[in-house]
């Protein structure tokens, strides 16, 4: 069965740099979900869009944003990147009928130095 | 904010012992998720309880809501080294658009 696709899996990035994390849904799921998880701590949520609109926000800091694009495929853009944002990125899918049983992607291990 | 709070933070148990983990959030919860996390991996999806009481089964696991949708316990009889990761309970947020609110997680080690 098809799963989330996040990429890249390895990013290396220098503070103040840019970054941007990419994922595809399982398909026909209708929600995507972005969490942060730090070493050792449980995934903090940071955004997530249904059909394609901002569906509920949490600790994701100003620096971030994200979309989902017409295909479903989200991106997390990161910018002004700090030693703190060093992190696994996990994009999450589910189908609004199952009530919400979340798929989770690889992640994406963000390291900045 | 709502807070889910899980314990304990580590347990060490020797193959074939028994294992639980156990949740409460400070509001009642529509549903709760359990996911496993194995290390250098993703949550994975286990299980949702969504009625006060309800009690499911999964071969040696054993998930129950409590009856205010306020707790939950996943309990692993006869534990296997395969069973070695991190356990999440996670409630769904009140604002209903499938956010989670993970507990801090229960890993566990299996002794041969």
């Known amino acids: 069965a098809a799963g989330v696709i996040q990429s890249p899996r390895h990013l290396i990035k220098e503070k103040r740099e840019t970054a941007t994390l990419k994922c595809y849904p399982i398909?026909?799921?209708?929600?995507v979900y972005w969490y942060q998880q730090g070493p050792g701590q449980d995934p903090q949520f940071l955004i997530s869009?249904?059909?394609?609109?901002?569906?509920d926000k949490g600790s994701i800091p100003d620096r971030f944003s994200a979309q989902q694009f017409s295909d479903y495929h989200s991106e997390l853009n990161m910018s002004s990147l700090e030693l703190g944002d060093s992190a696994l990125y996990f994009c999450?899918?589910?189908?609004?009928?199952?009530?919400?049983?979340?798929?989770f992607g690889p992640g994406t291990r963000l390291t900045v130095t | 904010g709502q807070q889910v709070m899980q314990i304990p933070q580590y347990q060490h148990v020797q193959e074939g012992e028994d294992f639980t983990t156990y949740c409460n959030s400070s509001?009642?919860?529509?549903?709760i998720q359990w996911y496993k996390q194995r290390p250098g991996g993703h949550p994975v999806f286990l299980i949702q309880?969504?009625?006060?009481?309800e009690v499911k089964k999964q071969k040696r696991l054993t998930f129950q809501f409590g009856e205010a949708k306020k707790n939950s316990s996943l309990h692993i009889t006869a534990t296997q080294t395969t069973d070695v990761g991190t356990y999440f309970c996670?409630?769904?947020?009140?604002?209903?658009?499938?956010?989670?609110?993970f507990g801090q997680g229960t890993t566990l080690q299996v002794k041969p």
């Open positions: 999450a899918s589910s189908l609004r009928g199952s009530r919400y049983e979340q798929y």
């Open positions: 398909p026909r799921h209708d929600t």
């Open positions: 869009f249904y059909e394609k609109m901002q569906s």
């Open positions: 509001t009642t919860l529509s549903n």
């Open positions: 309880l969504v009625k006060s009481g």
């Open positions: 996670a409630g769904l947020g009140s604002s209903n658009t499938g956010k989670l609110i």
